[in-house]
């Protein structure tokens, strides 16, 4: 297209036109002159388009309006008045990505999709959310999204409610979650940073209606916009649609949304705070250290690509010295670090867990001495060779899984956009590559040490100490605070409250308009792809061994996995395999120190790892497949450097150093904790899914059987580490077999030979024994577990397996999925409920569950499960309403993969025995459901719900309360 700079289309002043060579785009810089917008289009041949508008958005407190605002837009608007349009589109669009994103500083409203007119249709909704939401004239959505007064009767006590605020209750109950929000705050006490954007639970219910609608007339106009383009598209016509349809009826004003900047510290800041931990719950070494630091601005890009090498040379690799200085001083179980440049100024933390206030001197001593010492003597050079090798891969395979590319690259590039910066200027790497390449010979990177770190008085030391009696002395507060306000009140204002808050559930509970759902765009039955993507795959034989070719065009990289079957291994030994997933490839070689062995991986490769997965058979519940699986992705000429590091790593990994294995151990049970509260939905779902299938059982052995496991291991150390070597010596030969070896190789055409003969002399090396195969005692049992952490939410699993019961998957299941997930469960677990998320699954395995996510409930979820069936056998919808939830679930799987993830899913289904006939059949019982199969799929969901399977982790008020539902009852760190 040849377009002018300078010259108007459609409204918009095309400012500037370059060329993104690492990314293969052009880019067009453009202002709407009349609005006031800013808008940048990144033109490439990618059909998975992206549209976002991001706003400027500059907390004042700590009410979390920013991000009350940012759900509330998305419940109706002028053009499409539904009480929740983004579900709609959810249900009802072929989306490859549909959100809305709240940040410290800024507010991102992004869509993806492949196809043309959904793009359109996704485009529209949104830009009419943000721009004219119902928020601004319906209470009831504040008091939906944020807070309100919860209220029965005259006599019953007065609560709080609301989505975000039991979402921020959640967030907050984790301490690394605490920790990062209290690290920012510090920092930057005397600029926006020092609110808590997402919301405090304390502050949220200062938040009044009129400052709700005050914060989006700020901040929600054109003037403060950022709207970005990308992919394959009709760039003229996307920007006539945007002038006509919306900027065209606002005027240019000016806003301010400034960020200032902090002023430096003249001297570091000592400063101490708590986190909860739950009642009863060890509380000794579990304090965390940390050292932060302000540096630069986001805008200086060479400096932010330093610093991301420092941080995984200094902190992040198995040879980083100052990790393995902090560890080897015994300061703590776990060095963990973050540097955040998705902020004005950014910031770098070193931290410690597993801690004692105490140890604040030496942790600062070692600190300081390490990095003194490495700025005297210089960074390895091989160390940082490697962390820049690792940076560099990263940046050219821009492999995101499911995330879009084109939505990557747009929060990578708002961290200059928003600032007033370069709008391009993160997308072009790779002369700021070669200044930090050139840094590294110079000796700049001592020097930047030196700077930010040594001799950086922005900075602070944070000390975050357990306490039992924060989530007690908070409920307290919290119950005389509503208390009071109760006893203030006149009975008028009661049951005015008891008025609104029963107006408020009517409107949750009351059906859209039909002519009101019909507004929202649809696309039709016929915009589907009726067949399903093929498998990519073919057999293939190397060395008398099979192997599985996936000729997809990688850019020049090789994803290789090799799945060692591991049936052999008996009942007894199964928590050493998840053990030495941990171990392996972290420790000394005969030929490599433990720190030598992580820069060449590094440095030759893009990574790889060790991880026992288990597969099971199609159709078959009782079948388990477990391996010991080796990934690796790699520059396909480098392929021969990678299959001599697997060679050493597999004949001469040495596990003889206590030293080493305790601090590797140490750092597992660290990981373990810091994930339980991060992820309560999927401990809980592992958990329930061991009741029901042996694959399940099997893999719950590197669950919460693992973390009992390891802390025995470090409670014992010295026994367990003899047991240990004894197991290692036992199952390590017979891991690394080619007997039953699977070999899956993701790589172009005409790569394969190469990666092949890079492969065959490890093939031909291993030992071919055979092993006869070992049960594992299994007999399907319900535990019904109900965990106790410091969570001041819950986190809900209920489920069966219906094979067990009668019943056959279908493909309806994944329609019933859809509408489960955004319209029962919606309604009644997050509306009604005011739970952040709720979510339902019917495997291919039989396992089923419901799950709900940061819940203020327990038995009320519970109850809304059972319940499910009776919804079930009178759904009852339109036609219309019919096709929307089989669009949503054919989007939902119709996900673009890439490379690796294509390879994987086709392997994954050869060792399943799933074929393409299987896949088909799926997608042809989706496309022709009808709302007879919903129905009829009631009598199975009743019949796994009467089993009474559950699995709770939560806080210890509301498990306690429904301690009949449990079994057992358990504090879980």
Same mark, same amino acid.
């Given at each position: 297209?040849?377009?002018?700079?300078?010259?108007?289309?459609?409204?918009?002043?095309?400012?500037?036109?370059?060329?993104?060579?690492?990314?293969?785009?052009?880019?067009?810089?453009?202002?709407?002159?009349? %609005?006031?917008?800013?808008?940048?289009?990144?033109?490439?041949?990618?059909?998975?388009?992206?549209?976002?508008?991001?706003?400027?958005?500059?907390?004042?407190?700590?009410?979390?309006?920013?991000?009350?605002?940012?759900?509330?837009?998305?419940?109706?608007?002028?053009?499409?008045?539904?009480?929740?349009?983004?579900?709609?589109?959810?249900?009802?669009?072929?989306?490859?990505?549909?959100?809305?994103?709240?940040?410290?500083?800024?507010?991102?409203?992004?869509?993806?999709?492949?196809?043309?007119?959904?793009?359109?249709?996704?485009?529209?909704?949104?830009?009419?959310?943000?721009?004219?939401?119902?928020?601004?004239?319906?209470?009831?959505?504040?008091?939906?999204?944020?807070?309100?007064?919860?209220?029965?009767?005259?006599?019953?006590?007065?609560?709080?409610?609301?989505?975000?605020?039991?979402?921020?209750?959640?967030?907050?109950? %984790?301490?690394?979650?605490?920790?990062?929000?209290?690290?920012?705050?510090?920092?930057?006490?005397?600029?926006?940073?020092?609110?808590?954007?997402?919301?405090?639970?304390?502050?949220?219910?200062?938040?009044?209606?009129?400052?709700?609608?005050?914060?989006?007339?700020?901040?929600?106009?054109?003037?403060?916009?950022?709207?970005?383009?990308?992919?394959?598209?009709?760039?003229?016509?996307?920007?006539?649609?945007?002038?006509?349809?919306?900027?065209?009826?606002?005027?240019?004003?000016?806003?301010?949304?400034?960020?200032?900047?902090?002023?430096?510290?003249?001297?570091?800041?000592?400063?101490?705070?708590?986190?909860?931990?739950?009642?009863?719950?060890?509380?000794?070494?579990?304090?965390?250290?940390?050292?932060?630091?302000?540096?630069?601005?986001?805008?200086?890009?060479?400096?932010?690509?330093?610093?991301?090498?420092?941080?995984?040379?200094?902190?992040? %690799?198995?040879?980083?010295?100052?990790?393995?200085?902090?560890?080897?001083?015994?300061?703590?179980?776990?060095?963990?670090?973050?540097?955040?440049?998705?902020?004005?100024?950014?910031?770098?933390?070193?931290?410690?867990?597993?801690?004692?206030?105490?140890?604040?001197?030496?942790?600062?001593?070692?600190?300081?001495?390490?990095?003194?010492?490495?700025?005297?003597?210089?960074?390895?050079?091989?160390?940082?060779?490697?962390?820049?090798?690792?940076?560099?891969?990263?940046?050219?395979?821009?492999?995101?899984?499911?995330?879009?590319?084109?939505?990557?690259?747009?929060?990578?590039?708002?961290?200059?956009?928003?600032?007033?910066?370069?709008?391009?200027?993160?997308?072009?790497?790779?002369?700021?590559?070669?200044?930090?390449?050139?840094?590294?010979?110079?000796?700049?990177?001592?020097?930047?040490?030196?700077?930010?770190?040594?001799?950086?008085?922005?900075?602070?030391?944070?000390?975050?100490?357990?306490?039992?009696?924060?989530?007690?002395?908070?409920?307290?507060?919290?119950?005389?605070?509503?208390?009071?306000?109760?006893?203030?009140?006149?009975?008028?204002?009661?049951?005015?409250?008891?008025?609104?808050?029963?107006?408020?559930?009517?409107?949750?509970?009351?059906?859209?308009?039909?002519?009101?759902?019909?507004?929202?765009?649809?696309?039709?039955?016929?915009?589907?792809?009726?067949?399903?993507?093929?498998?990519?795959?073919?057999?293939?034989?190397?060395?008398?061994?099979?192997?599985?070719?996936?000729?997809?065009?990688?850019?020049?990289?090789?994803?290789?996995?090799?799945?060692?079957?591991?049936?052999?291994?008996?009942?007894?030994?199964?928590?050493?395999?998840?053990?030495?997933?941990?171990?392996?490839?972290?420790?000394?070689?005969?030929?490599?120190?433990?720190?030598?062995?992580?820069?060449?991986?590094?440095?030759?490769?893009?990574?790889?790892?060790?991880?026992?997965?288990?597969?099971?058979?199609?159709?078959?519940?009782?079948?388990?497949?477990?391996?010991?699986?080796?990934?690796?992705?790699?520059?396909?000429?480098?392929?021969?450097?990678?299959?001599?590091?697997?060679?050493?790593?597999?004949?001469?990994?040495?596990?003889?150093?206590?030293?080493?294995?305790?601090?590797?151990?140490?750092?597992?049970?660290?990981?373990?904790?810091?994930?339980?509260?991060?992820?309560?939905?999927?401990?809980?779902?592992?958990?329930?899914?061991?009741?029901?299938?042996?694959?399940?059982?099997?893999?719950?052995?590197?669950?919460?059987?693992?973390?009992?496991?390891?802390?025995?291991?470090?409670?014992?150390?010295?026994?367990?580490?003899?047991?240990?070597?004894?197991?290692?010596?036992?199952?390590?030969?017979?891991?690394?077999?080619?007997?039953?070896?699977?070999?899956?190789?993701?790589?172009?055409?005409?790569?394969?030979?190469?990666?092949?003969?890079?492969?065959?002399?490890?093939?031909?090396?291993?030992?071919?024994?055979?092993?006869?195969?070992?049960?594992?005692?299994?007999?399907?049992?319900?535990?019904?577990?109900?965990?106790?952490?410091?969570?001041?939410?819950?986190?809900?699993?209920?489920?069966?397996?219906?094979?067990?019961?009668?019943?056959?998957?279908?493909?309806?299941?994944?329609?019933?999925?859809?509408?489960?997930?955004?319209?029962?469960?919606?309604?009644?677990?997050?509306?009604?409920?005011?739970?952040?998320?709720?979510?339902?699954?019917?495997?291919?395995?039989?396992?089923?569950?419901?799950?709900?996510?940061?819940?203020?409930?327990?038995?009320?979820?519970?109850?809304?499960?059972?319940?499910?069936?009776?919804?079930?056998?009178?759904?009852?919808?339109?036609?219309?309403?019919?096709?929307?939830?089989?669009?949503?679930?054919?989007?939902?799987?119709?996900?673009?993969?890439?490379?690796?993830?294509?390879?994987?899913?086709?392997?994954?289904?050869?060792?399943?025995?799933?074929?393409?006939?299987?896949?088909?059949?799926?997608?042809?019982?989706?496309?022709?459901?009808?709302?007879?199969?919903?129905?009829?799929?009631?009598?199975?969901?009743?019949?796994?719900?009467?089993?009474?399977?559950?699995?709770?982790?939560?806080?210890?008020?509301?498990?306690?309360?429904?301690?009949?539902?449990?079994?057992?009852?358990?504090?879980?760190?």
């Amino acid at each position: 297209m040849n377009l002018q700079e300078k010259n108007i289309y459609c409204g918009f002043r095309l400012d500037k036109i370059s060329h993104i060579s690492e990314i293969s785009s052009n880019a067009y810089e453009f202002y709407h002159e009349k %609005s006031g917008a800013k808008l940048l289009f990144i033109e490439n041949n990618d059909d998975n388009k992206v549209f976002s508008i991001t706003f400027r958005t500059t907390p004042t407190d700590d009410t979390g309006v920013a991000h009350i605002v940012e759900h509330s837009t998305l419940c109706g608007s002028r053009k499409f008045p539904t009480k929740e349009p983004f579900v709609e589109l959810v249900k009802g669009s072929l989306n490859t990505f549909l959100n809305a994103m709240t940040f410290p500083d800024k507010t991102m409203y992004p869509i993806a999709s492949r196809n043309e007119k959904d793009f359109r249709n996704l485009m529209d909704v949104y830009l009419d959310a943000v721009f004219y939401p119902n928020m601004r004239t319906t209470p009831e959505i504040l008091m939906q999204e944020g807070w309100h007064y919860e209220i029965d009767n005259v006599d019953a006590p007065l609560a709080y409610s609301g989505v975000v605020y039991n979402e921020m209750k959640g967030a907050l109950s %984790s301490p690394d979650g605490l920790l990062e929000r209290k690290i920012l705050n510090n920092l930057y006490p005397d600029t926006t940073y020092q609110y808590e954007s997402g919301g405090d639970p304390v502050a949220i219910p200062d938040l009044t209606q009129e400052m709700f609608i005050d914060f989006h007339s700020r901040y929600y106009h054109p003037a403060n916009s950022y709207i970005y383009l990308y992919g394959d598209m009709d760039m003229m016509s996307t920007l006539s649609f945007l002038d006509e349809e919306y900027l065209s009826n606002f005027n240019k004003i000016e806003i301010d949304s400034h960020i200032d900047v902090q002023k430096p510290f003249t001297a570091r800041k000592l400063i101490k705070d708590i986190y909860p931990i739950a009642p009863g719950e060890a509380k000794e070494n579990k304090t965390f250290l940390s050292m932060n630091y302000s540096i630069a601005t986001s805008l200086e890009k060479e400096k932010m690509l330093a610093f991301t090498v420092l941080e995984h040379a200094l902190l992040k %690799s198995e040879a980083a010295p100052l990790r393995n200085a902090l560890i080897k001083a015994g300061l703590g179980s776990d060095v963990i670090s973050s540097f955040d440049n998705g902020i004005l100024q950014p910031m770098f933390s070193i931290i410690v867990n597993g801690s004692e206030a105490n140890k604040v001197d030496e942790f600062t001593k070692v600190v300081t001495d390490t990095l003194n010492d490495i700025v005297k003597n210089g960074i390895d050079d091989e160390l940082l060779q490697a962390s820049i090798n690792s940076m560099e891969f990263k940046l050219r395979e821009a492999d995101f899984g499911q995330y879009p590319k084109g939505l990557i690259y747009n929060i990578n590039l708002m961290n200059s956009w928003l600032y007033d910066g370069d709008a391009t200027v993160y997308l072009h790497y790779e002369e700021a590559l070669k200044t930090v390449k050139q840094w590294a010979k110079e000796g700049k990177f001592e020097a930047l040490i030196q700077e930010y770190l040594l001799d950086n008085t922005h900075s602070h030391i944070l000390i975050l100490e357990p306490d039992e009696n924060v989530i007690t002395k908070q409920e307290k507060d919290l119950a005389d605070k509503l208390a009071q306000k109760k006893a203030s009140m006149s009975k008028e204002d009661i049951e005015k409250i008891i008025a609104d808050t029963q107006k408020l559930k009517e409107r949750q509970r009351s059906v859209d308009k039909p002519e009101d759902l019909e507004k929202i765009p649809l696309l039709k039955i016929e915009d589907i792809t009726k067949q399903c993507d093929k498998l990519i795959i073919a057999e293939d034989e190397i060395a008398d061994t099979k192997v599985l070719r996936h000729d997809i065009d990688t850019n020049g990289i090789c994803y290789l996995r090799m799945l060692f079957d591991i049936s052999n291994i008996a009942y007894e030994d199964i928590n050493y395999l998840f053990l030495l997933e941990e171990f392996i490839g972290r420790t000394a070689t005969k030929n490599y120190t433990y720190e030598a062995l992580a820069n060449a991986v590094n440095l030759h490769t893009g990574g790889m790892r060790f991880a026992v997965a288990t597969y099971d058979k199609e159709g078959d519940v009782d079948s388990y497949m477990p391996k010991f699986v080796f990934k690796a992705k790699v520059l396909v000429d480098k392929m021969p450097e990678l299959i001599k590091l697997l060679q050493e790593i597999i004949f001469n990994s040495s596990f003889t150093s206590k030293e080493r294995i305790k601090d590797l151990a140490m750092q597992c049970r660290s990981d373990f904790e810091m994930s339980i509260l991060r992820s309560g939905h999927q401990l809980v779902l592992d958990e329930l899914m061991a009741y029901f299938t042996p694959k399940e059982r099997y893999d719950n052995f590197g669950d919460l059987k693992f973390y009992a496991f390891i802390k025995n291991f470090l409670n014992d150390f010295d026994n367990e580490f003899n047991k240990m070597q004894t197991a290692f010596a036992k199952i390590l030969p017979m891991i690394f077999n080619k007997a039953n070896l699977l070999t899956s190789i993701t790589v172009s055409k005409n790569d394969y030979k190469k990666v092949i003969s890079a492969i065959k002399p490890l093939l031909e090396v291993l030992p071919n024994e055979t092993y006869p195969k070992q049960e594992i005692p299994f007999a399907v049992e319900k535990k019904n577990e109900g965990f106790i952490t410091s969570s001041q939410v819950q986190y809900v699993a209920k489920g069966a397996n219906f094979i067990r019961l009668g019943y056959k998957y279908t493909g309806a299941m994944k329609v019933l999925e859809t509408i489960m997930r955004y319209e029962y469960l919606w309604t009644n677990i997050r509306v009604l409920g005011g739970a952040y998320g709720a979510f339902v699954k019917f495997r291919r395995d039989g396992n089923m569950y419901f799950g709900s996510y940061r819940d203020p409930n327990l038995v009320e979820t519970l109850n809304v499960y059972d319940k499910t069936a009776e919804f079930l056998r009178n759904f009852n919808v339109s036609d219309r309403e019919m096709t929307k939830y089989i669009i949503g679930t054919i989007s939902n799987i119709d996900m673009p993969l890439t490379p690796a993830l294509k390879g994987e899913l086709a392997s994954s289904a050869y060792i399943a025995e799933m074929t393409d006939e299987m896949r088909q059949q799926q997608r042809d019982e989706i496309l022709a459901t009808t709302q007879e199969d919903i129905r009829a799929l009631a009598d199975l969901v009743d019949a796994c719900m009467k089993e009474n399977a559950i699995c709770v982790l939560g806080g210890s008020n509301k498990v306690n309360e429904a301690k009949d539902v449990f079994k057992t009852v358990t504090i879980i760190l």
